[in-house]
């Protein structure tokens, strides 16, 4: 699926000017990826983790 992302974004472009800005596209969108999977991935939830913190104050 990612793959299929970054050709999707290429191909809309069609020829570099440059091989650098390639680079830039593509380290564009891993970077997004990168941020939205880590912020989907919560294993513990917040309200579980103030629920922990506040049984170890007391």
Known sequence: RL???IRR?????G???HESSY???VTAYL???S???SS???YIKEESMSA???KEVA
């Open 23 to 25: 680079v830039r596209l």
């Open 3 to 5: 793959n299929r992302e």
């Open 9 to 13: 974004r290429t191909s809309v472009i």
């Open 52 to 54: 922990l913190l506040l």
């Open 40 to 42: 989907s991935r919560a």
């Open 15 to 17: 020829i570099f000017p």
């Open 35 to 37: 941020e939205d999977w």
């Open 31 to 33: 970077m997004e990826y």
